[in-house]
T-cell receptor, first 115, second 114 residues
Framework: AQSVTQLGSHVSVSEGALVLLRCNYS??????LFWYVQYPNQGLQLLLK??????LVKGINGFEAEFKKSETSFHLTKPSAHMSDAAEYFC?????????????FGKGTKLSVKP | GAGVSQSPSNKVTEKGKDVELRCDPI?????LYWYRQSLGQGLEFLIY????????KSGLPSDRFSAERTGGSVSTLTIQRTQQEDSAVYLC????????????FGQGTRLTVV
């Protein structure tokens, strides 16, 4: 069965510091991968997605993620944190891609940004 | 519609009562998902509908939970004999068949069982 592991339920960084949120997946075949963000009292919105092609994917708000098949990882990074990045971030995997497969989420990582 | 719509946005119910939560997906989206979000538990998969195929019910926590999707569009999640541990935000998402797409989420229904 597919699963997603997000290391660290809480991550705290200072404003301007690097943001690194970790995501590892288990899959017998390379899946499609997604990062979603949930701001306080709001719904989930897509940050970025990996399907095929270039393994470094850029998303909104300066975030990017790199798909590393050998490490079964899809870590999310941002070079310089902003106060507005404080939110909960969810990594998700879709085993077959498109609308053909289930969409499984990790438990989420809450990011705090200190001034 | 323009987005995924869920109703009600908030529901307070007494323990033991049945509740129905509704999801209107984006028009034309063939896949529909229900998730439960509890504090510290992330997004817990409940059930997944894909077109006319049999739904994947593997995430439903007990037989008190059921869901249906009528006409390939609107979905209703029903919780019978609600318990306090059912209190959570219930999220619905839909996804298009066309190409590789992300899921679009509704704002959720916050269920409180008292």
């Amino acid at each position: 069965a597919q699963s997603v592991t997000q290391l660290g339920s809480h991550v705290s960084v200072s404003e301007g510091a690097l943001v690194l949120l970790r995501c590892n997946y288990s899959s017998s075949v390379p899946p499609y991968l997604f990062w979603y963000v949930q701001y306080p009292n709001q719904g989930l919105q897509l940050l970025l997605k990996y399907t095929t092609g270039a393994t470094l994917v850029k998303g909104i708000n300066g975030f990017e993620a790199e798909f590393k098949k050998s490490e079964t990882s899809f870590h999310l990074t941002k070079p310089s944190a902003h106060m507005s990045d404080a939110a909960e971030y969810f990594c998700a995997v879709s085993p077959l891609g498109g609308s053909q497969g289930n969409l499984i989420f990790g438990k989420g990582t809450k990011l705090s940004v200190k001034p | 519609g323009a987005g995924v719509s869920q109703s009600p946005s908030n529901k307070v119910t007494e323990k033991g009562k049945d509740v129905e939560l509704r999801c209107d997906p984006i028009s034309g989206h063939t896949a529909l998902y229900w998730y439960r979000q509890s504090l510290g538990q992330g997004l817990e998969f409940l059930i997944y509908f894909q077109g006319n195929s049999a739904p994947d019910k593997s995430g439903l926590p007990s037989d008190r939970f059921s869901a249906e999707r009528t006409g390939g569009s609107v979905s209703t999640l029903t919780i019978q004999r609600t318990q306090q541990e059912d209190s959570a935000v219930y999220l619905c998402a839909s996804r298009s068949r066309q190409g590789v797409t992300e899921a679009f989420f509704g704002q959720g229904t916050r269920l409180t069982v008292v």
